[in-house]
């Protein structure tokens, strides 16, 4: 797939982005590790990629302020690409829609718990990094790295 023109960005019920969180993002956890607290709050948001009817990249938002943001902050969360396809621009249509639907509803600030590995992507898509890197056990190294809105 080198044209990405044909992929359809929807916002999904939770449920939806469950088994690609899984396969990508807590691959040696069981499912259940892959739902979070806030995934049925009514301002959360989940966005799934489509080929056709194939689910090929995921994110999720939610309003939740680390101590001193403002109030109208989102979180970004389980950003994930199926990994045959990463590096082709999913993941940045799947940012760009979470990005316009944060500042459509007021959203002055994106954060996130970024892999390390991911900081190229996220820097490339204006998030800097905050503080020093940390490690969330099981899953490995990761910044806090946030974007104004």
Known sequence: MSDLSHIQIRIVPATAVYPLRHKVLRPNQTLAHCIWAQDN?????????????????????AISAREGDPPNTWRL??????????????????????????KSNGGALMWCNARTSALGFYRKHGFETVGEEFDIKGIGPHYVMFRRL
């Open 41 to 61: 709050d009514a301002e959360t948001a989940h966005f799934a990629a489509y080929d056709g009817n194939t689910l090929i990249g995921i994110a999720s938002i």
């Open 77 to 102: 969360r389980g950003m994930a690409t199926e990994p045959s396809l990463q590096g082709r621009g999913i993941g940045a249509q799947v940012l760009s829609a979470c990005v316009a639907h944060a």
